[in-house]
């Protein structure tokens, strides 16, 4: 990541690295319980 660069971009780049980490983790949860559903 550049340091160096505007204070707004950092920020932009925490709450899309955010944003993803938090879809990847309700997706990951879905897809879980979707399968434990049609395991059991």
Same mark, same amino acid.
Do not use: D, V
């Given at each position: ?5 505007t %204070? *707004?971009? %950092?920020?932009? =780049? /925490? *709450?899309?690295?955010? *944003? *993803?980490? &938090? &879809? ?5 949860? /879905?897809? =879980?319980?979707? /399968?434990? =559903?049609?395991?059991?």
């Amino acid at each position: 990541m550049n340091t160096e660069s505007t %204070p *707004a971009e %950092p920020a932009r =780049g /925490t *709450a899309r690295w955010m *944003a *993803a980490a &938090a &879809a990847i983790r309700l997706s990951r949860r /879905t897809l =879980g319980t979707r /399968t434990l =559903g049609t395991i059991k």
